[in-house]
């Protein structure tokens, strides 16, 4: 069963910087896309950024130009740094992994780890 642990949330300033980290565990074959969520208070969870095995990028209009993700693939650790942090940026920031294992395809999550932007 394969695991995410995130790390690195917290609370900052509006105009600050937090760098959010996801480290995979497990079996895994092979890593098809890593990616982070978020959700604040009664909105629906919505998508951030995703990363692809091949390296290519995806951003949430919102966060285009002060969020930038990247992944190490011998650690299997997706990285969200966040930049200009706004105090709409404020939820619960989740890790996403699509994976392959056994010959089949799986979305793994994390438990979630909370960001608190004030303003």
């Known amino acids: 069963q394969v695991q995410l642990v995130e790390s690195g949330g917290g609370l900052v300033q509006a105009g600050g910087s937090l760098r959010l980290s996801c480290a995979a565990s497990g079996t895994i074959d092979s890593i098809n896309y890593m990616g982070w969520h978020r959700q604040a208070p009664g909105k629906q969870r919505e998508l951030v950024a995703d990363?692809?095995?091949?390296?290519?990028?995806n951003y949430a209009d919102s966060v285009k130009g002060r969020f930038t993700i990247s992944r190490d693939n011998a650690e299997r650790t997706v990285y969200l740094q966040m930049n200009s942090l706004k105090p709409e940026d404020t939820a619960v920031y989740y890790c996403?992994?699509?994976?392959?294992?056994?010959?089949?395809?799986?979305?793994?999550w994390g438990q979630g780890t909370q960001v608190t932007v004030s303003s």
């Open positions: 990363i692809t095995s091949g390296g290519r990028t």
């Open positions: 996403n992994l699509g994976y392959a294992a056994w010959g089949r395809r799986y979305d793994a």
